[in-house]
């Protein structure tokens, strides 16, 4: 499986853009980049994904360098609800006939805590 | 984005009987579906990934005759851990995923084994 790395905290201020990061040196060409999300106590929530291209939604924004070793979740005002832990992940594409045991499944890293101050 | 629930949230049972955890897909019908586990303070780990219609797969490791996954319907699969004992104690959440698409995740059972 191919790995990511991210920090295991960081520290935001209430109303600031927060730029997350994730390693993925390893990652293959069919894999996507997912980012999730998890509040104590509940499932993970997505939060956005990507293949090469930059990617917004309303949650978020999320950058993919030109090799695609590495990507940046961006949220753009963080508030106190987005403190939580945020899970990058990648994720094999799956296809019948495409033999790999791996594809379409998420495998979690540890994430990075999040914490927004007031 | 899709709702997937789970049930029941929270379940307290004694060492030595079996529990079954629900997971439905709400508004969309899920090609496949995940279970993962998730101890204190520690990331998920998946468990198995099953398919309508077949025979889960299981992570190395993860005792099948332990954690019956049984993936009935488009809309619904079920854990059973049987046999529960302290150790199994855990917060195990299921997700669901409609082919290529994205994966949602349910609200999370939390497991308590005395």
């Known amino acids: 499986d191919a790995k990511t790395t991210q920090p295991n905290s960081m520290e935001s201020n209430e109303e600031e853009p927060v730029h997350l990061p994730c390693n993925h040196s390893t990652i293959s060409g069919t894999d996507y980049i997912h980012w999730y999300r998890q509040l104590p106590s509940q499932g993970p929530e997505y939060v956005i994904h990507g293949l090469t291209s930059n990617v917004n939604n309303r949650m978020a924004s999320l950058a993919i360098a030109e090799d695609r070793k590495s990507s940046t979740l961006i949220l753009h005002r963080a508030t106190l609800r987005d403190a939580a832990v945020y899970y990058c992940?990648?994720?094999?594409?799956?296809?019948?006939?495409?033999?790999?045991?791996?594809?379409?499944?998420?495998?979690f890293g540890d994430g990075t805590t999040l914490t927004v101050k007031p | 984005g899709a709702v997937v629930s789970q049930h029941p949230s929270r379940v307290i049972c004694k060492s030595g009987t079996s529990v079954k955890i629900e997971c439905r897909s709400l508004d969309f019908q899920a090609t496949t579906m995940f279970w993962y586990r998730q101890f204190p303070k520690q990331s998920l780990m998946l468990m198995a990934t099953s398919n309508e219609g077949s025979k889960a797969t299981y992570e190395q490791g993860v005792e099948k005759d332990k954690f019956l996954i049984n993936h009935a319907s488009l809309t619904l699969s079920t854990l059973t851990v049987t046999s529960a004992h302290p150790e199994d104690s855990s917060f195990y959440i299921c997700s669901a995923r409609r082919q290529q698409e994205t994966q949602y995740f349910g609200p999370g059972t939390r497991l308590l084994v005395l």
């Open positions: 992940i990648l994720r094999a594409l799956w296809s019948p006939g495409l033999h790999n045991t791996n594809a379409g499944k998420s495998t």
